[in-house]
T-cell receptor
Framework: NAGVTQTPKFRVLKTGQSMTLLCAQD?????MYWYRQDPGMGLRLIHY???????AKGEVPDGYNVSRLKKQNFLLGLESAAPSQTSVYFC??????????????FGPGTRLTVL | DQQVKQNSPSLSVQEGRISILNCDYT??????FLWYKKYPAEGPTFLIS?????DKNEDGRFTVFLNKSAKHLSLHIVPSQPGDSAVYFC????????????FGTGTRLKV
C-alpha cells in the first residue's frame, strides 16, 4: 500500500515548455486535489476532482489543466510554463465516506523550477 | 483575502514545555478544522481534527481547542519533543460536497 505517489520528484523547465505531473493513489479514494506551496503562502488549491471523469477549479487554476480519466490517477498539466509556476506541488486524496475522521492524504511533493 | 490565518511564522519552545500554535479564521461557515504537520521534503501528514460541534479534541500529547465565537483554534503540544520540530498548518472546511480545505500559511515550530 503506497498511499499517494507523485511523479516526478524534481523537474527543471524552461519558460514556455510543457509538462505533466502524475499523481496516483491506491486507496480507492473518490476525491483528489492538487495544491501548490510557496513561501509565506501556505497550501493553495489549484484544481480538484470529486470522482472519475470530473474536475473543477480551485483558488489558483490559471495556467494549469487537469484530467481524471482513471479513479486512481490525477494529472496536472502545464501547457506553457512560466517562472511564476516555480513551486512545490502536492497531490492529495480523500475518501468519499462521511466527513468525520476523513482527512486528506498527501503525496511527497514535486519540486518544479521554471527558468 | 486570507480566510485562515496563522499569524506566527515561527515558534521556539524548550523540550518538555508546552507548545501553543494558533490559527484564526474569518468564514463562519467553516465547520471542520484540521492540523497538519510537515517535515522538510515530505508531504503534510494529518495530526488532529475538530468538528464545530466540539470545543476540544485530544489525541495523546496533542489537543486542539476551538473557540467559535472568536473564530480561533489552537493546537497544544505537551510535552514538546525535538521530533515535533516541523511546520504546522491549520486547515478549515465548510464545503461538505467537495471537502475542500483552506490552509493557513503555517507556523514553523522548533523544539
Amino acid at each position: 500500500n503506497a498511499g499517494v505517489t507523485q511523479t516526478p520528484k524534481f523537474r527543471v523547465l524552461k519558460t514556455g515548455q510543457s509538462m505533466t505531473l502524475l499523481c496516483a493513489q491506491d486507496m480507492n479514494h473518490e476525491y483528489m486535489y492538487w495544491y501548490r506551496q510557496d513561501p509565506g503562502m501556505g497550501l493553495r488549491l489549484i484544481h480538484y476532482s470529486v470522482g472519475e471523469g470530473t474536475t473543477a477549479k480551485g483558488e489558483v487554476p490559471d495556467g494549469y489543466n487537469v484530467s481524471r480519466l482513471k479513479k486512481q490517477n490525477f494529472l496536472l498539466g502545464l501547457e506553457s510554463a512560466a517562472p511564476s509556476q516555480t513551486s512545490v506541488y502536492f497531490c492529495a486524496s480523500r475518501s468519499g465516506r462521511v466527513r468525520a475522521y476523513n482527512e486528506q492524504f498527501f503525496g511527497p511533493g514535486t519540486r518544479l523550477t521554471v527558468l | 483575502d486570507q480566510q485562515v490565518k496563522q499569524n506566527s511564522p515561527s515558534l521556539s519552545v524548550q523540550e518538555g514545555r508546552i507548545s501553543i500554535l494558533n490559527c484564526d479564521y474569518t468564514n463562519s461557515m467553516f465547520d471542520y478544522f484540521l492540523w497538519y504537520k510537515k517535515y522538510p521534503a515530505e508531504g503534510p501528514t494529518f495530526l488532529i481534527s475538530i468538528s464545530s460541534i466540539k470545543d476540544k479534541n485530544e489525541d495523546g500529547r496533542f489537543t486542539v481547542f476551538l473557540n467559535k465565537s472568536a473564530k480561533h483554534l489552537s493546537l497544544h503540544i505537551v510535552p514538546s519533543q525535538p521530533g515535533d520540530s516541523a511546520v504546522y498548518f491549520c486547515a478549515a472546511s465548510g464545503d461538505s460536497g467537495t471537502y475542500k480545505y483552506i490552509f493557513g500559511t503555517g507556523t514553523r515550530l522548533k523544539v
